[in-house]
């Protein structure tokens, strides 16, 4: 199973065992995004974009409705990921730090 | 197999190409999994399959890969977008108007028809002047105009007819529903891959069409591209991969229309089929049914016996009958000389009344990018002789 930490929309981490003030500059984090082609929509555009992300199946453990499919990067690209999506309308239900 | 002249194409195309056949098998040789249903690499390797046929799909109608929904053929694509629409239309209000034109095929008819019945809308038809040897297009503006009333919340019409050449001027039919905040829904099973068709600039809610016809992939492909900001009810419900846990459908297009397992193989296939086309170009393509259909054409024209409807339209589609021979001879006796047409009614009795063909319909011959000059001179021989 993914381990992974909930992001805040500001991207900082609100996982209270990480401490705070922690940097989620380091490692990968996913955008949870629900249907696969939307997540592979995403996929594409982080591509154009010059972002490296892959494609992911989220553990069921970390979404409340059950399966969903979104997209790894690194999360120091954090904040471009978010742009990119947003720009293009593509929604991004929660941002996981693994 | 070689010794039949195929002029069916406005039924199916055929033969399809060779890179579509093998896409199909390599797809089921290398692509097994389940598309959207799992993360192992058979699955993603599906899932990968099918969206780059959305992605092709999305950039030769002018929208993006999630608006592109696979569905079984246009007949389904159609009734996905009418009765969709009419059920996010119905809610919170009566029955609406809807409009559709004289020369519609039951895809179109059938599902309006039972909504009709059904009390959720008012069905009226606007005239489209099919045999009229004008041109046509301020005719049928006028036509659509005038029968728009307060209540009209859609109107289904085909872009090119499935029994003769005529063909509707969707763009301005698109922009006069823009203006009225109308929905339109548009059956290109006879258009797609011979005609440009962009549905955002169009105007159109809900573009419906098959891929199996001028875009070449195999039977059992269709699609619907839905319009920038269109949403619709739900036709079938069940497992697609998302959200498991919850009792109704995601939100979320292509998937929240797409329950079940999709025909991955039949997609690699069009995708290689949107693949031919691009490279044969929709120009091209259209010219060649033009010049073939009006050989087609004048040649039937130049028999004593034999009447065109709506000879004046410009097309690779040629509906005609023979003096003294009900249609379904005319097709066996083409069958029997290997020459592959249609005779009948072509699902599409409203089209069939507009034109005033014979009670027993009558026969149509169809091109297609494969068609060649010789196919269209053997039947014309046979049809000489009779």
């Known amino acids: 199973m993914r381990r992974s930490n909930q992001l805040n929309q500001t991207g900082a981490d609100t996982d209270s065992r990480r401490g705070t003030g922690a940097s989620h500059s380091v490692g990968t984090c996913t955008a949870v995004i629900g249907s696969m082609t939307r997540a592979m929509k995403a996929q594409a555009l982080l591509s154009e974009a010059a972002v490296r992300a892959s494609l992911v199946k989220v553990s069921s453990a970390q979404t409340t409705g059950g399966c969903a499919y979104g997209v790894d990067f690194p999360c120091t690209q954090r904040a471009n990921v978010q742009v990119v999506l947003e720009r293009a309308g593509v929604r991004v239900r929660e941002y996981l730090q693994v | ?386």
């Open chain 2, 1 to 386: 197999m070689s010794k039949l002249v195929y002029l069916d194409h406005a039924a199916t195309s055929y033969p399809k190409p060779p890179t579509v056949m093998a896409a199909v098998s390599d797809c089921m040789k290398y692509c097994g999994g389940n598309p959207g249903r799992g993360s192992h690499p058979l699955a993603m390797g599906a899932a990968s399959e099918i969206y780059s046929c959305r992605e092709m799909a999305a950039e030769m109608f002018g929208a993006e890969p999630d608006r592109v929904i696979f569905t079984l053929n246009t007949t389904h694509a159609l009734n996905l977008a009418i009765k969709g629409l009419a059920g996010r239309g119905k809610q919170g209000s009566g029955g609406f108007h809807v409009l559709c034109s004289d020369m519609e095929h039951n895809a179109v008819y059938r599902p309006l028809y039972r909504l009709a019945v059904e009390g959720i809308i008012d069905l009226e038809v606007f005239d489209t002047f099919p045999a009229a040897p004008v041109r046509t297009e301020d005719l049928i503006l006028r036509s659509l105009t005038s029968r728009i009333r307060p209540d009209t919340r859609m109107v289904v019409c085909s872009h090119a007819s499935n029994i003769c050449s005529a063909i509707l001027p969707i763009r301005r039919i698109g922009e006069l529903c823009r203006r009225r905040g109308i929905h339109l829904v548009v059956d290109a099973a006879q258009s797609a891959g011979v005609y440009e068709l962009d549905v955002d600039s169009m105007g159109i809610t809900a573009l419906c069409l098959p891929g199996h016809k001028g875009l070449m992939g195999p039977q059992g492909t269709g699609m619907l591209i839905l319009g920038k900001g269109a949403a619709l009810d739900t036709l079938m419900e069940g497992g697609n991969g998302v959200d498991s846990l919850r009792g109704e459908m995601s939100e979320d297009a292509p998937e929240r229309y797409e329950a079940g397992t999709l025909q991955t193989p039949a997609i690699a296939g069009l995708r290689a089929g949107l693949e031919f086309v691009e490279s044969a170009g929709i120009e091209a393509i259209r010219e060649h049914e033009r010049r073939l259909g009006a050989k087609l054409r004048d040649g039937l024209l130049e028999i004593p016996k034999v009447t065109v409807y709506a000879p004046h339209r410009e097309g690779g589609v040629v509906l005609f009958s023979v003096e003294g021979y009900t249609s379904e001879e005319v097709g066996r006796i083409l069958d029997g000389e290997g020459i592959c047409v249609r005779a009948g009614f072509h699902c599409s009795a409203l089209g069939h009344n507009t034109l005033q063909t014979p009670a027993d319909g009558a026969v149509r011959g169809s091109l297609g990018w494969s068609s060649r000059e010789r196919d269209v001179e053997g039947m014309l021989r046979v049809v000489r002789k009779l």
